[in-house]
């Protein structure tokens, strides 16, 4: 398997990886690999994002010189990935609270697909989801997986508040709010499980290419 | 330590930026105003991770047991016992003395180092504040009256010196210059032209700011339709250009991903500038290439080295 890249400077802190296939489960698995080596200890802050993994160095000395010695630090790394392995990775299956008001959005969905509620929440569920990467809060992770015929777009105005433990929908993705915050996602139902707590190893739950299902709460 | 009287502001407890959490989505934090803190921090002994204060409003703490403490930037203002006090200069502060801070000549951020740092536990390698998370320095929260804040034991530390220079700005005609890195957006922001109005556009910060990012009024002339991008990776420093054209600076509590257009990023060793400016005040950006800008901030840890130099060459000669 060959897993063709190309390294961009996008600023004095960030070189950006993009994958020329642009396969993001690609993405994730080389993503998870370099997390498990040394490529981090020193100067680089990693991240993935929407089909880029971004390497930052937040003192801000990126240059080509730079790019060029991370480019030889991430080549062996690459070699040494076994795309044969299954990639180790956890599964997450949260007990959800649907509709109602611990999912005020629920049944306007429901209406747009022209399903009861009941049929939405099981078809719903016998979906399954993958994280995608995590970002905006403190253990929001970005979840992919949801079937055409649910996607829906933000809300035009963001809510002032949507509770902790809200998921919540917003164009292909679905999501767990961590904490209380202000949210445009349109809120389909309530889970009891943390998702975030900074005093763990590692703090968010839900890591990029972990599997995710749901089921509604008895 | 130290009791909080009054509390008309926001104040919160700043420490060291947190290193290896964005991919979590924890964002970086630290203070606002790093270079100053920083100062801070070496002036009085303490080491780049122990925790302080940053604030913006009225203040009003007293002393239970004594403390030692310096306050940043430059145009800082205290008073102690009623009687103003200077920013860079080691204030020994004994039990039952009262402390008030209002707000600086300029910006909006005062800096409070403690020597000893204040005794809080680390999480994800910091202790400071991370209000979006709610962890981290107090509770996870902004500082509010009747909070007290117990001061580490500085036995061991390094002697703190008695004055520092502080981080200042020259202001000309309203308005702060800073170098900026052109984006990937730039050129369909702005166009390429070198005598683009973006060359040369003031930028005005609006009261609509906060820790996490500046907004900038942009007078309506960067309008565009230039849609959302696959979220990328955000740090402190990045403009932003939403639809509306009202630029966005991310501050040091940035989200870590975004999607609007990016024009460029303010230089690492600049950022401390942007958290200089008050609302109604301008800004400039000085565009220099993303491929050729680390010397800029090379040159700044230079400057940094040079400074810890100096101050450990001072300390020797105080102890002497």
């Known amino acids: 398997m060959s897993f063709k890249f190309e390294l961009e400077i996008i600023s004095d802190q960030i070189v950006q990886l993009r994958h020329l296939q642009n396969d993001h489960r690609q993405l994730v698995r080389v993503y998870r690999h370099f997390l498990s080596t040394e490529l981090l200890v020193t100067h680089w802050d990693m991240q993935l994002t929407e089909g880029m993994i971004s390497f930052v160095r937040p003192d801000g000395l990126v240059s080509q010189d730079v790019v060029s010695r991370l480019e030889d630090q991430i080549q062996p790394w690459?070699?040494?990935?076994?795309?044969?392995?299954?990639?180790?990775?956890?599964?997450?299956?949260?007990?959800?609270?649907?509709?109602?008001?611990?999912?005020?959005?629920?049944?306007?969905?429901?209406?747009?697909?022209?399903?009861?509620?009941?049929?939405?929440?099981?078809?719903?569920?016998?979906?399954?989801?993958?994280?995608?990467?995590?970002?905006?809060?403190?253990?929001?992770?970005?979840?992919?997986?949801?079937?055409?015929?649910?996607?829906?777009?933000?809300?035009?105005?963001?809510?002032?508040?949507?509770?902790?433990?809200?998921?919540?929908?917003?164009?292909?993705?679905?999501?767990?709010?961590?904490?209380?915050?202000?949210?445009?996602?349109?809120?389909?139902?309530?889970?009891?499980?943390?998702?975030?707590?900074?005093?763990?190893?590692?703090?968010?739950?839900?890591?990029?290419?972990?599997?995710?299902?749901?089921?509604?709460?008895? | 330590m130290i009791h909080f009287d009054q509390v008309h502001g926001m104040a919160l407890v700043v420490g060291a930026p947190r290193k290896s959490c964005r991919q979590y989505g924890v964002p970086v934090g630290g203070p606002m105003n790093a270079l100053s803190f920083s100062r801070l921090n070496e002036a009085l002994g303490n080491s780049n991770r122990m925790a302080g204060l940053e604030m913006t409003g009225r203040f009003r703490f007293s002393v239970h047991k004594p403390v030692q403490i310096m306050v940043g930037p430059a145009g800082a203002r205290l008073t102690i016992d009623g009687k103003a006090a200077w920013a860079g200069r080691l204030l020994s502060l004994q039990r039952g003395q009262v402390v008030e801070v209002v707000p600086p000549t300029q910006g909006l951020w005062t800096q409070l180092a403690v020597r000893g740092g204040f005794d809080l536990p680390r999480l994800l390698g910091s202790s400071g504040t991370c209000l979006a998370g709610g962890f981290g320095?107090?509770?996870?929260?902004?500082?509010?009256?009747?909070?007290?804040?117990?001061?580490?034991?500085?036995?061991?530390?390094?002697?703190?010196?008695?004055?520092?220079?502080?981080?200042?700005?020259?202001?000309?005609?309203?308005?702060?210059?800073?170098?900026?890195?052109?984006?990937?957006?730039?050129?369909?922001?702005?166009?390429?032209?070198?005598?683009?109005?973006?060359q040369q556009e003031a930028w005005e910060l609006s009261l609509h700011s906060n820790r996490m990012g500046y907004r900038f009024n942009g007078q309506g002339q960067y309008c565009h339709q230039l849609p959302n991008l696959p979220s990328y990776t955000c740090t402190p420093g990045l403009v932003q250009i939403p639809p509306d054209?009202?630029?966005?600076?991310?501050?040091?509590?940035?989200?870590?991903?975004?999607?609007?257009?990016?024009?460029?990023?303010?230089?690492?060793?600049?950022?401390?500038?942007?958290?200089?400016?008050?609302?109604?005040?301008?800004?400039?950006?000085?565009?220099?290439?993303?491929s050729n800008c680390s010397q800029y901030n090379e040159k700044a840890a230079m400057q940094w080295r040079r400074f810890a130099t100096a101050l450990a060459e001072q300390r020797s000669r105080q102890t002497k």
């Not at chain 2, 170098?179 to 050129?187: C, Q, R, S, W």
């Not at chain 2, 009202?246 to 870590?256: G, H, P, S």
């Open chain 1, 78 to 218: 690459l070699q040494e990935l076994d795309w044969d392995q299954p990639p180790e990775v956890n599964e997450h299956e949260f007990e959800v609270h649907f509709g109602g008001q611990s999912g005020i959005d629920l049944a306007r969905l429901a209406a747009d697909c022209q399903l009861n509620e009941n049929d939405w929440v099981h078809q719903f569920c016998s979906s399954g989801f993958e994280v995608a990467f995590n970002g905006f809060l403190p253990g929001f992770s970005y979840l992919t997986g949801l079937p055409a015929r649910f996607h829906a777009p933000r809300l035009a105005q963001p809510r002032k508040f949507v509770p902790a433990g809200s998921l919540a929908i917003a164009a292909h993705y679905c999501a767990i709010y961590p904490t209380d915050s202000p949210g445009g996602w349109n809120l389909v139902g309530r889970v009891e499980r943390r998702v975030f707590n900074a005093e763990q190893e590692p703090p968010s739950l839900m890591l990029p290419g972990d599997w995710v299902t749901f089921r509604p709460a008895s």
């Open chain 2, 137 to 198: 320095g107090l509770n996870g929260r902004l500082i509010e009256q009747g909070d007290i804040l117990e001061v580490a034991d500085p036995t061991g530390n390094h002697e703190p010196v008695s004055n520092v220079a502080m981080p200042a700005l020259e202001v000309r005609n309203n308005t702060i210059t800073v170098l900026a890195a052109k984006g990937p957006e730039f050129d369909a922001l702005f166009g390429d032209s070198t005598a683009c109005g973006a």
């Open chain 2, 245 to 290: 054209g009202n630029a966005i600076v991310l501050m040091a509590d940035a989200q870590v991903t975004g999607g609007y257009p990016r024009a460029g990023f303010v230089l690492a060793s600049e950022i401390w500038k942007v958290s200089l400016l008050s609302p109604g005040q301008h800004l400039r950006f000085e565009w220099v290439s993303s």
